[in-house]
DNA sequence: ACAAACTTTCATTTTTTTTTGAAAGTTTAA
DNA sequence: TTAAACTTTCAAAAAAAAATGAAAGTTTGT
């Protein structure tokens, strides 16, 4: 396999992967792609490389900049915008926690704190219904807390959580 | 509020949850009123509840068995099945990490390890591709492996880790 | 062996999501 | 201030994903 190649089947792998988690097809593409460039790309550049239209081009990279893992950036000289993706890992991940837990976790939480919070009648079916959705809160609050620490040792996170784990 | 209501809200917002993270709608609204039921339902009463179609049903349901989080259920005397959702949310998401693990990252690490192999030439933009897909196999697999750790736990992972997390 | 009581399948339809592209908007240089 | 060089927006089109429902399949009781 020569580069070329290689460097299309991670991208199309890289946009596979995202559109199973919920990230659309292009975007994760084209994350794909500046992940992989050691240049800022021009945005001209990433429209042929991945054989998109300029709007779709442009929203997508306005998305992955909201996300905060794209930056625009600027070269000397040049009047068009180039862009680079976050390269660090950790620094990715942490990035992705953060926005998924504000944008879906946070919201998700507020709603099971509400429909636990019900007042239950003798009803065996209420009494379940009260019981599972307040184990549910206190489950995902758990885990979305686990993310929040994760943010907070920004270096490495995962391989001191890799350590900590294995040891039994 | 009163339990019908908050029972529907919290089966759409889990339905809304689940195609944020690729799962289809009415698979997690399936999951969700099983979640939530004390007794096990029939196909009849899901398609009730959810106003869906018998095919529907009985696909999605059918997804759900795969991945090993809904139960069938023979009840004594009865002619149709019943289904149970589990209910244990730590062997709920070690279920669901085998699955997403199996299915999704395993494949998308054979391929990172395809790429990243290749014979990159003196070309820096080469070198760099290489460098970044086997940083990024080496991030993925590790990530991999907690969720395969996570799994050997099996009770109250969630927890563990919190108390390993939490002490800095 | 039959038929009633169910469940599954899958070609077709519907809905949802994504993409396009042209017009509107913005920025910069002269 | 103008116009060239870009980028963004958004209504419409296309593509992808999900849902329908009727026919086929299966199981069970008699």
Chains 1, 2 share one sequence.
Do not use: C
């Not at 580069?3 to 995202?18: D, R």
């Not at 990433?46 to 930056?71: F, K």
């Not at 184990?135 to 920004?154: C, G």
Request: aromatic content about 8%.
């Amino acid at each position: 396999m020569e580069y070329k190649e290689a460097k299309n089947k991670f991208v199309q792998t890289w946009g596979a992967l995202g559109s199973q988690w919920g990230i659309n097809k292009t975007m994760a593409q084209i994350h794909a792609l500046l992940m992989v460039s050691n240049e800022p790309v021009s945005m001209e550049d990433i429209m042929e490389q991945l054989q998109i239209s300029r709007g779709n081009a442009s929203m997508n990279i306005r998305a992955l900049m909201d996300w905060g893992i794209v930056y625009k950036e600027f070269k000397a000289g040049e009047r068009r915008e180039f862009f680079t993706a976050e390269k660090d890992l950790d620094e990715l991940a942490v990035k992705i926690s953060k926005e998924r837990s504000k944008r879906e976790i946070k919201p998700a939480l507020k709603v099971l704190k509400e429909v636990s919070s019900i007042e239950a009648s003798q009803n065996e079916e209420e009494k379940h219904f009260v019981e599972q959705t307040t184990k549910l809160y206190d489950f995902v609050l758990k885990a979305d807390n686990v993310l929040d620490k994760i943010t907070e040792y920004k270096d490495n996170w995962l391989a001191r959580l890799v350590v900590k784990i294995m040891k039994k």
